[in-house]
């Protein structure tokens, strides 16, 4: 195996390492740390000046110019980065870099056309959008993403709660009103109309609620419980929202069959753009078409079908209607004009 492959992995993990609050990461850690996934690898191992070279290198400008801290404990010294948020993944990509990520997005693209990869396509091409790699020397696509989106810092820490199984204490807050704490067992990171929320196990709520799903942007702080054994969750995360529409989890609520008719040409940009994998065109006429959908009705699901109701009736069920145009009445009366 190449060695700088082999010192790319090492860098990750002494850059996991200098990162971890929760350990105190002595020399022979940090080379037990990288042999352990260095073994996992290719099974290979290096010695302790290897990785004394690596944090030399590392602390180059060249190397990332990463800011570590060496402190003494008796007369052994540890390793740590004197900014915890610090990481050398966070970096400008080098050349070299982009080279690599270059013909890797060329060995990607040789499964471009096999069933079931048609999000591959998407992905390979907001990564050569994104990193301009080939002759482009503009961005061709745009992407939406909310870059100010307040809570993205706790992503990648939460993200590293979640592969490690560690609890997490959360800082949080509703809106207009102040924050608590809340104690979480870490499961998934799920995207939702470009916020990214936490789902997880809640102890002090879990005899009503059997997962909790919770906003980044409403996180004030966050903390990791070494200590508190982690609760792991034995079922398929994702069979939880198939039967809804966002994040809003309904539990012991039962599928409902729902039947609406939108007329033309909101019906095509609807049957273009399914609001649920449910979805089924019933009937085809030539002013409107009639759709179904069976699924648990929630608050997002709600608004989609507000977003098109000036040109959709929702025929059944009725107390789906009755929500709807309640929450139009509001918008009546919010919105016009005395």
């Known amino acids: 195996m190449a060695q700088g492959k082999n010192a790319y992995i090492r860098y990750k993990v002494l850059d996991r390492c200098f990162r971890d609050s929760r350990k105190r990461y002595y020399m022979e850690d940090l080379v037990e740390a990288c042999n352990e ?3 996992n690898y290719d099974g290979s191992s290096v010695s302790d ?3 004394r070279e690596d944090i030399h ?10 800011p570590l801290e060496k402190k003494y404990e008796g007369h052994k010294a540890y ?15 080098s050349q070299s870099e982009a080279e690599m990520l270059s013909d890797t997005i060329q060995m990607l693209s040789r499964f471009k056309g096999l069933p079931n990869q048609e999000w591959l396509n998407a992905t390979l091409v907001q990564m050569k959008s994104t990193f301009n790699i080939g002759q482009a020397k503009a961005s061709y696509v745009s992407f939406s993403q909310n870059e100010d989106l307040k809570g993205l810092k706790y992503f990648t820490p939460l993200y590293e709660a979640i592969a490690s199984q560690h609890v997490v204490s959360l ?15 870490p499961y998934q990171l799920r995207q939702y109309n470009n916020r990214w929320f936490l789902v997880g196990w809640e102890p002090a709520v879990a005899a009503k609620i059997p997962l909790v799903v919770i906003p980044l942007d409403r996180i004030d702080d966050y903390r990791i419980l070494d200590k508190e054994h982690f609760v792991s969750y034995q079922e398929d995360i994702d069979e939880c929202f198939k039967d809804i529409v966002g994040v809003s989890l309904r539990f012991n609520e039962p599928c409902q069959h729902i039947v609406f008719k939108a007329y033309h040409p909101i019906s095509s940009y609807i049957e273009t753009k399914p609001i649920h994998h449910s979805q089924w065109v019933v009937e085809r006429h030539e002013e409107y078409n009639i759709f179904s959908l069976d699924l648990i009705p929630n608050y997002e699901f709600e608004t989609i079908m507000l977003s098109y109701v000036d040109n959709c009736e929702v025929l059944e069920p009725q107390d789906l209607k009755e929500s709807l145009v309640k929450r139009a009445k509001n918008i009546i009366k919010f919105n016009v004009t005395q």
């Open 79 to 93: 390793y740590s980065y004197s900014d915890r948020n610090f990481s050398i993944q966070n970096l400008p990509m």
């Open 37 to 39: 996934a260095l073994y």
């Open 171 to 185: 800082e949080y807050h509703q809106f207009g009103r102040p924050s608590y704490n809340r104690i979480i067992h």
């Open 57 to 66: 290198f590392m602390q180059r400008q060249a190397g990332g110019g990463i």
């Open 49 to 51: 000046r290897t990785i």
